[in-house]
């Protein structure tokens, strides 16, 4: 590798930095190199001597002693290198610091592991350990009329392992989970819109989400949160067992297979549950099992709105602030259901949308999934931009596309009355793929 200037490039000895060349070749022998390398270089506004960070997209050719080709995403674009990395490990995820040097650029050391990669490992390690909610609670309200079976022992009779009534405290437990719970028929009762919109607030807020952050602000051992609900249960049950945390960490979460197949696909709409009347009574341990599987499910949401609302790329170099719920509910037979909510915020602040997107201006975005009884698999997909609104509906039962499609009209006079100008609104037949996020070494990216 040469220098600018032509002379050959001084091994790297000591603290001394390596040079990361812009592009491949010899640059002094190559002036259209050279000058490729400064116009991607004046175009990323680099300055002679500045240092910035860059991130290790991908590992393209390793040649031991030689260096390696790196795909860096330096400033939300990619730009290929060839770099003399010596004995400094480098994997996609990982982040450096470098500096401009004439057409060049030099690696000044690796960044320690940052807080986005270990997210990403605690999100790996909850992946194959989620039980959906709804299928969970199916269970848990079961109990409250079946009881549960004691665990089996080594001499204990048949009669001693027949469903025993649950203790009062563990019945409390479980009645106040239920009491929180919305009932559909109050979700679909008209109302005021203001009521309407406190209503969901409050749906969204317990939904376990945000968990820790709110017993954070009120340190409320009661207070209303589906995460926080099922951690009573837990507790409860352990305590009328004699048995402290350390025996829940040795227990193996109960998984639900579909979650096992697409861990990580959002939406994923599930079939619903059977109902209560066919679940078998739980033991104890098998309730503790599902319990810790439910709340593996309850992070591995937290932990994955975590990783998407810090990741960047190339295409998308501002990060996308982003939610991902589950939003229980029950029928008024008490059969839970489930929401599946994604909400994005991206905001474009320097223009690098192109003309797809004006500078400064954000977008939301918003997916509903769910599974009615009567309806069938329904999807919503709405955008907000400004004034301007967007939405597509999907429906896998015709009746239920012809219904949505009669009430497209005055779905879309509603939207005016808002004062939203109205670009888009269809109805599909069929279910769209859900976005998918793969992790990859440290580096977490999505496919839609």
Request: proline share 10%; net charge neutral; with cysteine.
């Amino acid at each position: 590798m040469k220098l600018p200037n032509g002379n050959p490039t001084p091994p790297p000895t000591g603290d001394q930095p390596r040079p990361l060349a812009s592009s491949p070749g010899r640059e002094s022998q190559q002036p259209a190199a050279a000058v490729s390398a400064r116009q991607q270089l004046d175009q990323l506004k680099v300055a002679n001597r500045e240092t910035l960070l860059a991130r290790v997209a991908e590992v393209i050719n390793r040649q031991p002693g030689a260096g390696a080709q790196l795909l860096l995403e330096v400033r939300g674009r990619s730009l290929p290198v060839q770099a003399a990395v010596g004995d400094t490990a480098l994997e996609p995820g990982d982040w450096v610091k470098i500096m401009r040097a004439g057409n060049e650029l030099q690696l000044l050391g690796k960044l320690a592991p940052a807080q986005e990669a270990g997210i990403a490992r605690a999100l790996a390690q909850r992946l194959p350990w989620q039980q959906s909610i709804d299928a969970g609670l199916v269970r848990i309200l079961a109990s409250l009329t079946q009881g549960m079976r004691p665990d089996a022992g080594g001499s204990a009779p048949p009669s001693a392992l027949q469903p025993q009534p649950l203790p009062a405290p563990v019945r409390q437990a479980i009645e106040q989970l239920l009491s929180r719970l919305p009932v559909s028929t109050n979700l679909a009762t008209p109302g005021a819109s203001n009521e309407a919109g406190q209503q969901v607030r409050q749906w969204i807020a317990e939904s376990g989400l945000f968990a820790e952050a709110r017993l954070a602000q009120t340190r409320d051992p009661a207070l209303p949160d589906l995460k926080l609900a099922l951690a009573r249960i837990i507790t409860t049950l352990l305590t009328q067992q004699g048995n402290g945390p350390e025996q829940f960490n040795r227990l193996t979460p109960l998984a639900t297979p579909a979650l096992i197949q697409a861990p990580l696909q959002f939406p994923n709409a599930l079939a619903p549950p059977p109902p209560q009347s066919t679940a078998e009574p739980a033991t104890v341990g098998q309730m503790l099992r599902l319990l810790a599987g439910m709340l593996n499910r309850i992070t591995v949401n937290q932990l994955h709105s975590q990783v998407l609302s810090t990741r960047t790329s190339a295409d998308a170099p501002a990060p996308t602030a982003t939610l991902l719920l589950e939003l229980p509910w029950v029928t008024p037979q008490n059969e839970p259901r489930l929401a599946q909510v994604r909400i994005e915020h991206e905001r474009q602040d320097d223009g690098s949308g192109g003309a797809k997107r004006a500078a400064g201006i954000a977008e939301w975005r918003l997916s509903l999934a769910m599974d009615l009884d009567d309806a069938g698999p329904i999807h919503f997909d709405v955008a907000l931009r400004q004034q301007q609104v967007s939405a597509r509906v999907w429906a896998e039962k015709q009746a239920t596309l012809a219904h949505v499609q009669q009430s497209l009209p005055s779905l879309r006079q509603s939207l005016s009355d808002l004062g939203l100008e109205v670009t888009d609104l269809e109805c599909r037949r069929g279910n769209p793929k859900g976005a998918t996020t793969r992790l990859e070494h440290r580096l977490v990216d999505t496919r839609a």
